[in-house]
């Protein structure tokens, strides 16, 4: 079974940032590519941010000179540096792990980003 674990979501001022964390195994994490994914409710879940294993990254232009993704591949972990929140960032941010040679996504359970005054 494969997990993927999030955390660092919480309540924010606007203008202030956070930090998300994406962690799995290292059999998963070592051959997929990366991504971070949220939603807010009656919308489709939306491309934030992702990264190759090779460390390409690309950005949603909503988030682009906010946001940054990043990998750690001694610690198995993805992350997500978001400055500048605004309102509008404010989702459930999910994770996925994209294996290409299998076809295969895999998901994490989610982690609410509020921002609000």
């Known amino acids: 079974q494969v997990q993927l674990v999030e955390s660092g979501g919480g309540l924010v001022q606007p203008g202030g940032s956070l930090r998300l964390s994406c962690a799995t195994s290292?059999?998963?994490?070592?051959?997929?590519?990366m991504a971070w994914y949220r939603q807010t409710p009656g919308k489709e879940r939306e491309l934030v941010a992702s990264?190759?294993?090779?460390?390409?990254?690309n950005y949603a232009d909503s988030v682009k000179g906010r946001f940054t993704v990043s990998r750690d591949n001694a610690k198995n972990t993805m992350y997500l540096q978001m400055n500048s929140l605004k309102p509008m960032d404010t989702a459930v941010y999910y994770c996925k792990a994209h294996v290409g040679w299998i076809l295969k996504d895999y998901w994490g359970q989610g982690t609410q980003v509020t921002v609000s005054s």
């Open positions: 990264i190759t294993t090779g460390g390409t990254t």
């Open positions: 290292r059999s998963i994490f070592s051959i997929a590519a």
